[in-house]
């Protein structure tokens, strides 16, 4: 067990310092962010001063020996753009997005589960057709449109919905039901079929013939046994919703990570964006770490069979 | 947000504004000064205006260029109400000094000011200076600050802030080049500030010179103390910034702008069908740069207006006249170019006639603005006869780069009409579309890669509408932005900087026409057009107007209803 924890600890180590290398290589091979940053009647002197100002004209090795340095440190040296420091930025941009990930997590989850269990436990009846029906729609629609529709619908339709912004309880509610949307989809849909094929198992019905209530049966014998393919994308998912929801972000003017990031993306302020896509690669490894974890506990063959 | 519920639920008042005392300037900029009276009066009994001073940009007898403002009016009104404006993206600094330009001028416009600023009508006016006074020889400019002006934190605005933020300006902005010419600045008393120049440059006073920012309170708090807590003399205060959402204004009591408005809420959204979805429910009152296509729909809206804002940009073809591989070096290749071109369609399909044909590439406001300059109109039978006359019959290979992604509205589909447009008249034309990392690059002549064939290019005459760094940057020799070398681009050159040295608008306006009529003339670029920005106002609730030549929203343009 303890051999399993620290092999994957070196494993997401060595994982990290390859997103070091290449978010270091992609944001300089996007090009030149002087010449983004001066006004159209920059001279060339002005521009080379404002890359020496920027440590760019360094030598990449120098560059990512500084930049590599500071990362171990959580210091990502300044943001071309707001001349303050890059983390100081996410920092203020996490909290907002954290709450629209939590949020839409925990609504999907509280909606894609028992559906999802209903429908497998009541194949082909109404509520399967309906189960159905949400996946389908919830995967088939972009975001982008859904919020949209949402917007004109519950806010400029019928005026009980702000459009946007992060002001108070209300203004939670459609950038959560629109980012939530895709993970209920994949949640009934997996949720569904993996209890189907469970519900269909020998021990089942062997549970079922020991009398024990139906609710024991699907939750406390099938659902568990279920789980594991739905905890890994469940995870997977939450931790792109912790990296930035970009579209939710943008649609409803919901100020995170997502928006930072493009942002920041298109205006080449490379301390930012290593900030960002690093936070974000150390937060997928870390929740694919708690995730094989959470296989131990969730499956005793995993334990026994290390 | 600290004043979130303000956002929400706060609706403008009520409450009619009564007239408003404007503290205005005359002379050659007296027209802008009536016009933002007008602004902010609604009515136009003006009789009891404050008296008007000598007229700034005007040469009086001892030879010296004057410019003069009264000071504030003791009739005017309070401001009243609140103005909610959603704008597409958030600053990116909030010292007026440190910015670097884009969405952070929505900040700094209304929180700081410098010597100089602009009208309503984008017109040059005294702001920070009551008066300047440019010597005869242009070797030095002397400013005289207003009476009584004050930071929002209570502390006077000195001649020794001016010359600190002057002088870090110089220092550390990206737009320090616009003063590479002042040499030293003494104060030799406590209201005047001299500027001395190593050689004339008129571009001093329409540059706005540098945002002032209190000395003693920076020195205090640091530049991070600064950028949580901006304190500027500008004529909003700040109340709360929300980074990512938004900020909120109070109005300065007392200044010289005599804002109207007593709040106005930025709210930042980043899509454009939000921002109309955010006007039609009436959660803000100005929704910035909507989608063309919107425009029809929202005016059938009885509450909102769609408000038609030309920012002064100007569009067109750069290209490379030295390319050996093509014969763009000749003006008959040129303007046959041009005149294959159907600008009006242009305009009229993809635009929703939201833009103007461009003429000699300069508008009415700008400094060498002719009205006598008409755009050209499509004429291939003439276009096939130049590219005859210049050995092309037959035609010849052209690569159109457009630019794609948002930076301007329909690039790509513009540069797509292009090449199909060329090739009826034989030019056949191949369509590269560039991302803006690309373009940027390209667009300069000193980077990779190197332009091959015409390329998308945009750049604006900001108010107040001096277009002589835009000569010397697009098409005179060395220009950041221009192919043009030999005698062509050494003609652009000299002309914009001998206007430079001139000291009055009449005279660097009329010394510019002649740039323009070259740039009609000789066709070194392909103009293409002037588009304008789309508003929705809540007009059930609010008058307001935006500035042209300036794509930034201010609240002292309107007044509550």
């Known amino acids: ?36 940053l001066v006004p159209p009647q920059a ?28 990362a171990v440190q959580l210091d990502f040296g300044d943001s071309y753009r ?47 057709r309906f189960g159905k029906a949400v996946a389908l729609l919830g995967q088939a629609m972009p975001g982008f449109w859904l919020g949209l529709l949402l917007i004109l619908f519950f806010s400029v339709r019928l005026g009980w919905l702000p459009t946007g912004g992060r002001d108070g309880p209300d203004s939670y ?66 931790a792109a919703f912790l990296t930035g929801a970009v579209v939710t972000e943008t649609v409803f003017a919901w100020p995170g990570i997502g928006r930072l990031a493009v942002a920041s993306i298109l205006a080449r302020d490379f301390p930012v964006v290593q900030a960002i896509v690093l936070l974000s690669a150390a937060l997928y490894i870390t929740t694919n770490f708690l995730v094989d974890l959470a296989y131990l506990w969730i499956d005793p063959r995993i334990r026994f069979s290390r | 947000m600290n004043d979130r519920e303000n956002y929400w639920t706060t609706k403008a008042r009520g409450l009619r504004a009564t007239r408003r005392r404007f503290i205005g300037t005359t002379g050659t900029f007296v027209a802008g000064a009536a016009a933002l009276a007008s602004v902010g009066c609604g009515d136009d009994d003006d009789d009891d205006e404050a008296a008007s001073p000598s007229a700034p940009g005007t040469t009086g007898a001892t030879g010296t260029s004057t410019a003069t403002t009264p000071a504030g009016s003791p009739t005017s009104t309070a401001p009243k109400g609140t103005i909610r404006f959603a704008i597409g993206d958030q600053p990116e600094n909030y010292s007026g000094i440190r910015q670097s330009g884009g969405a952070s001028y929505f900040f700094t416009v209304n929180v700081f000011e410098g010597l100089t600023s602009v009208d309503a009508e984008g017109k040059l006016v005294p702001a920070a200076a009551t008066e300047w006074e440019v010597a005869p020889d242009f070797s030095k400019v002397s400013f005289t600050l207003r009476d009584g002006m004050t930071f929002h934190n209570g502390d006077p605005v000195t001649t020794e802030d001016v010359i600190y933020s002057i002088d870090t300006y110089r220092q550390i902005s990206v737009f320090k080049g616009n003063l590479r010419f002042i040499d030293k600045m003494e104060s030799p008393d406590a209201k005047t500030v001299v500027i001395s120049l190593t050689q004339p440059d008129a571009r001093l006073l329409t540059s706005g010179i540098a945002p002032i ?25 700040v109340r709360s910034i929300t980074p990512g959402e938004g900020w909120v204004l109070d109005a300065h009591a007392g200044h010289w702008r005599n804002p109207t408005f007593a ?29 063309y296509l919107q425009g029809d729909a929202l005016s059938n809206d009885k509450n909102i207006e769609v408000v038609k804002h030309n920012p002064w940009e100007n569009i067109y073809f750069n290209l490379n006249p030295g390319d050996a591989k093509l014969p763009l070096g000749d003006v008959r290749v040129r303007r046959a170019i041009l005149l ?91 369509v590269n579309n560039l991302e803006y990392g690309i373009w940027i690059n390209t667009v300069r002549p000193t980077t990779e890669p190197v332009l091959d064939g015409v390329i998308f290019q945009l750049w604006s005459d900001a108010a107040p509408g001096d277009p002589a760094n835009r000569i010397l940057g697009s098409v005179a020799t060395g220009g950041a932005y221009s192919y043009q070398s030999g005698q062509l681009g050494d003609r652009f050159k000299q002309i914009a900087e001998d206007n430079v040295k001139l000291r009055t608008t009449e005279e660097r306006s009329d010394h510019m026409r002649q740039a323009f009529k070259l740039l009609y003339d000789e066709v070194p670029i392909i103009p293409l057009y002037h588009p304008y920005l789309l508003h929705g106002v809540r007009k059930d609730k609010v008058t307001w107007k935006p500035i042209p030549g300036y794509t930034y929203l201010v609240p002292w343009t309107g007044r509550a209803l």
Not at chain 1, 6 to 26: D, E, K, N, P
């Open chain 1, 82 to 128: 707001n001349h303050r420091p890059a983390m100081d930025l996410v920092k203020e941009r996490m909290p907002a997005t954290l709450q629209l990930a939590i949020g839409a997590f925990a609504f999907a989850v509280l909606v894609a589960v028992p559906v999802g269990v209903l429908s497998a436990v009541h194949p082909g009846g109404w509520f399967d």
């Open chain 1, 43 to 70: 001279t060339d002197d002005e521009v080379a001063e404002v890359r020496k100002d920027l440590g760019l004209d360094e030598s990449y090795l120098v560059q990512y020996g500084r930049f590599l340095q500071g």
């Open chain 2, 263 to 291: 709040e106005a809420i930025y709210k930042v959204v980043p899509e454009a069908q939000s921002r109309v979805a955010a006007v039609q429910a009436g959660e803000t009152d100005v929704a910035y740069n909507l989608p």
């Open chain 1, 173 to 238: 509610v459609l950038p959560i039901v629109t980012l939530s949307s895709y993970l209920v989809a994949v949640l009934v849909r997996l949720i569904r079929s993996a209890m189907l094929e469970v519900l269909r198992s020998e021990y089942v019905k062997f549970a079922r013939l020991r009398g024990l209530p139906e609710y024991s049966v699907v939750m406390k014998h099938a659902f568990k046994n279920a789980a594991i393919p739905i905890v890994t994308v469940a995870a997977l998912l939450f």
């Open chain 2, 340 to 430: 294959s071109l159907d600008r009006e369609t242009i305009v009229k399909s993809l635009f929703r006639g939201n833009a103007a044909v461009a003429g000699a590439l300069v508008q009415e406001g700008v400094m060498g603005y002719d009205p006598a300059i008409k755009p050209h109109t499509r004429n291939l039978t003439e276009a096939k006869a130049l590219l005859s006359a210049a050995g092309f019959a037959d035609g010849f290979d052209l690569q159109v780069n457009g630019l794609v992604g948002g930076r301007s509205p329909q690039s790509q589909q513009v540069g797509e009409a292009a090449a199909e447009m060329l090739k009826e008249a034989g030019i056949r034309t191949k």
């Open chain 2, 213 to 237: 920012e209190p000395k003693k309170y920076t020195a205090e708090v640091g530049d991070d103390g600064f950028q949580k807590k901006p304190v500027g003399s500008g004529p909003y205060k």
């Open chain 1, 1 to 36: 067990m303890a051999r399993l924890l620290v092999s994957r600890l070196l494993q997401s180590l060595v994982a990290l310092w390859g997103v070091t290398v290449v978010i270091f290589v992609v944001t300089r091979a996007s090009g030149d962010p002087a010449l983004l």
